[in-house]
């Protein structure tokens, strides 16, 4: 497997690894990992210097942390919203599962404290991009969950991106300073698209991820009939937090075409 692409298998504890921080070969700075769930099975997660984002990619579940119990219920990843657990260092996220499921959970360094926030469909931006442009061959879905703007506490950024059939997303191709990671799902196991980081092309299947090396530009598109999921997230970096994109010029007048 690729450091900067491929298609990790989940252990015999039901965790599939992503990133680990301090990777000397393709370093996200991030710990990200998918974990799934029978119903009825119980995790934990807690660190003493990392800030925690649990994302309820499917399935139905029960957050408790300090004190307060919130569900989440999510039959299909392109047509419903995200709900999100953050916390700051030092405090703990239960998570139960009420049925099957699949949790993605990203962490990061963070000495800062700050509030617990649970995110649900409701309190995420959700924004559709690309109309008008190259026949909509470009339009997409862009969930953000959080981000400087909404969490400007984080190191962090977590978002998800619905790729309509047969379009492009991260489109026009740009790059930016941060290490991006993608976490890819389809609705049907022959679902497929592909991914370019620089001058690398990668078939994306379900349940691959990409690990996008800073300021490399990193377009997806995805095949028609075949809707794309894939989780977004980003690592500020100290000092340069992520806040925007760098547009290869070379592509620019696309978005003058209107």
Known sequence: MSKQFGYPQYDENGVKRLTSAGDAENDMMMDIAVYRMKAGEEREFFSNSEETAALLVLG??????????????????????PYCLHVCRGKKITVKAVADSELLVQKTENEREFASVFYTPDTCRDETFGFGLCEDRMVRTVRTVFDYDNAPYSNMVNGEVINHQGSWSSYTPHSHPQPEVYYYRFQREEG??????????????DGSFAAITPSETHPQVTAPGYPMYYCWMIRHLPGNP?????????YVWIKEEV
């Open 60 to 81: 139905e579940v029960t957050y408790e942390w300090e004190g307060q119990k919130a569900g989440g219920h999510r039959d299909d990843f392109i047509k419903e919203g």
């Open 192 to 205: 497929f698209g592909a991914c370019f980081i620089g001058e690398n092309a990668y078939k994306i299947g």
């Open 242 to 250: 992520w806040t925007t994109r760098d547009d290869d010029p070379r």
